[in-house]
């Protein structure tokens, strides 16, 4: 299978397989439809390890039926007493993500958004976003995708909520535009169960596409998002929020900015420990075996001419002589020299024991010292 490209953002930052996974802040309305409090997320992401903050746009009018904007919404969560009046109260403005663009890239960070509907994408396009994020609702939303692929921008493809029938339709949809297309494997529970998280999915997804495949949390902790890396993602995804206890369901699957910051230093850890695929002594063991492996050294003092037994050897440490791995070779020689006890085995000091009287023998050339037998 041919390594998916490598797809290099306007913002110097590399999102594909061999370059550090691309850790987005996934800022969505976690702002509460406050551009001052949106700003201070952008800073606190850039400030924690982000590389990217991703937010959400929504043209309300395309999006939603007249029906689903004046159904009563009520309850802790509510921002409204309709859905309508709700979704607009967590909504920026285009100028507001105009800002916060130049914000976030004035700080390093990519900056981009899930454009909901056609306006929205349009929106984001004029601002300029170097890539398109296109949410798992709209994975199976045929025009979005089309108007998605003509941008000619990279994509990242959400798969929460979908079977692989799905997803087969949407990449081929995709891919008749470009290959610059990462797929996200996600659960869109809110928050996942741990037992949910499905993590080898991102191997399955890999195979059958032959794309990028990044990891997108919604659980709770930490422990799920740590252990993708061990599946190689590109992108990790996790919601960013300054305050767990806000109203809204994303802030219950999101991460504080020390908990953010916390997983992206395990994050670069465990890509660390990725590195190497082979079976490798490396420096530091080399000079641990030397002091905590064991040599053979001789059991007692020893006369030269007796032929070493079993009970002759040790084996003792430092690991700086003769390995035990040989004491079945050693066992059976004549010592050419007296030994002490604790001295080590040399080889030059070993040769074959003597053939006992009139045995025969293969051949009458005299014994030798043995030589790293």
């Not at 309300?60 to 709700?86: I, V």
């Not at 493809?157 to 692989?164: E, F, N, R």
């Not at 059976?332 to 053939?355: N, S």
């Amino acid at each position: 299978m041919p390594t998916a490209p490598i797809i290099r953002l306007r913002s110097g930052h590399a999102v594909g397989p061999g370059c550090p996974a691309f850790l987005v802040a996934e800022i969505g309305n976690n702002h509460q439809g406050s551009l001052a409090t949106a700003r201070d997320m952008v800073r606190a992401a850039a400030a924690c390890g982000a590389d990217a903050v991703k937010f959400q746009k929504r043209d309300l009018g395309a999006l939603f039926t007249r029906a689903g904007l004046d159904a009563p919404y009520g309850g802790p969560n509510s921002f409204g007493d309709t859905y309508g009046r709700h979704r607009a109260a967590l909504e920026l403005p285009g100028e507001a993500l105009a800002e916060l663009k130049i914000l976030a890239e004035s700080l390093g960070l990519a900056f981009f958004a899930s454009a909901w509907d056609a306006p929205s994408l349009r929106l984001l396009v004029g601002l300029g976003i170097e890539l398109i994020k296109i949410p798992s609702a709209d994975l199976v939303n045929l025009p979005l995708l089309r108007l998605a692929g003509e941008t000619g921008l990279p994509l990242i493809l959400s798969t929460g909520m979908s079977g692989l029938a799905d997803v087969d339709a949407a990449v081929a949809e995709l891919r008749r535009y470009h290959d610059r297309i990462v797929l996200l494997h996600c659960n869109s529970s809110y928050p996942c169960p741990d037992a949910q998280a499905g993590l080898p999915v991102m191997d399955l997804l890999r195979r059958r596409y032959g794309l990028p495949v990044g990891y997108s949390g919604h659980e709770r902790g930490l422990g799920p998002t740590i252990a993708a890396v061990a599946f190689a993602p590109v992108v990790i995804e996790r919601h960013f929020t300054l305050d767990r206890t806000l109203p809204g369901t994303d802030h219950q699957a999101s991460l504080t900015p020390d908990a953010f910051a916390a997983m992206a230093g395990m994050v670069r850890e465990a890509e660390a420990a990725m590195r190497v695929g082979r079976k490798h002594i490396f420096p530091g063991e080399a000079a641990a075996a030397l002091k905590l492996r064991k040599s053979l050294v001789f059991a007692r003092d020893l006369p030269a001419g007796h032929v070493l037994g079993p009970e002759d050897l040790a084996c003792k440490c430092p690991g700086t002589g003769i390995t035990p791995m040989a004491h079945d070779a050693v066992a059976g020689c004549r010592l050419l020299a007296k030994v002490r006890q604790d001295e080590p085995v040399a080889w030059e000091i070993l040769a074959p024991a003597l053939p006992a009287p009139g045995a025969a023998t293969e051949t009458d050339a005299p014994a030798t010292a043995l030589s790293g037998f």
